[in-house]
């Protein structure tokens, strides 16, 4: 029984973080991180109970153990959003609760001059900012996109991304965040967030998003 309930842990947290990323971006704050957590823990949880115990007890065990957990992510979550948003007040970064994640949208006014890849020198004390929160919370994973609009080829605008998010996660790691916890990615055009048929939409399209992951 007690390796019984030992595998449900380690089934539950497992199952818990590989359902960690969501696409669905909710409005600001519309999302409480412990709150879900605590849902989509209890409900993995129970899924490991029935696997592993194979009756009601297994599945109250794995609920329990996993509401838990849940709740303790969810926590940790908030914690970290609530330190961005205060290191990071009137910066111009968007802070998003996406119910699963905090995601940081960075326009590319604030990092980047047009079709380059530098970061600008005033913006880096938010980078800064940005790293100290991530120190603050070591397990966390980290995901840094860059995006485009859709002018000009394609090959040049998935580069361009790529190289605009290299940019941002090796100035976090100059700054001590451990380059283990990184993914970095370039989605060019594919992913816009307004229509890149107006001057504000190509305009928004621009930008680095950071996610942060328990």
Not at 96 to 119: R, V, Y
């Amino acid at each position: 029984m007690k390796n019984k309930k030992i595998a449900i842990g380690f089934l539950t947290a497992s199952l818990l973080l590989s359902g960690c990323t969501s696409n669905f971006v909710r409005p600001e704050g519309s999302t409480s991180y412990t709150a879900g957590g605590a849902l989509g823990g209890a409900a993995a949880g129970a899924l490991a109970g029935q696997l592993i115990g194979g009756n009601t007890k297994g599945t109250l065990i794995g609920a329990a153990a996993g509401t838990l957990i849940g709740t303790a992510i969810g926590a940790n979550l908030q914690r970290q959003e609530n330190e961005f948003r205060n290191i990071l007040r009137n910066s111009g970064v968007e802070i998003i609760n996406t119910g699963s994640s905090i995601l940081l949208n960075i326009p590319e006014g604030l990092t980047f001059s047009l079709n380059s890849s530098s970061l600008k020198s005033q913006f880096t004390r938010h980078l800064n900012g940005i790293a100290t929160v991530l120190n603050n919370y070591p397990k966390s994973k980290v995901v840094v996109t860059g995006h485009t609009d859709s002018s000009g080829s394609r090959d040049y605008n998935m580069n361009l991304s790529q190289q605009r998010a290299l940019s941002v996660g090796n100035y976090l790691v100059s700054q001590g965040v451990s380059p283990n916890r990184f993914t970095v990615l370039g989605k060019g055009p594919d992913m816009p967030i307004a229509s890149n048929s107006t001057l504000e939409g190509r305009k928004a399209n621009r930008r680095v998003t950071i996610e942060v992951l328990p």
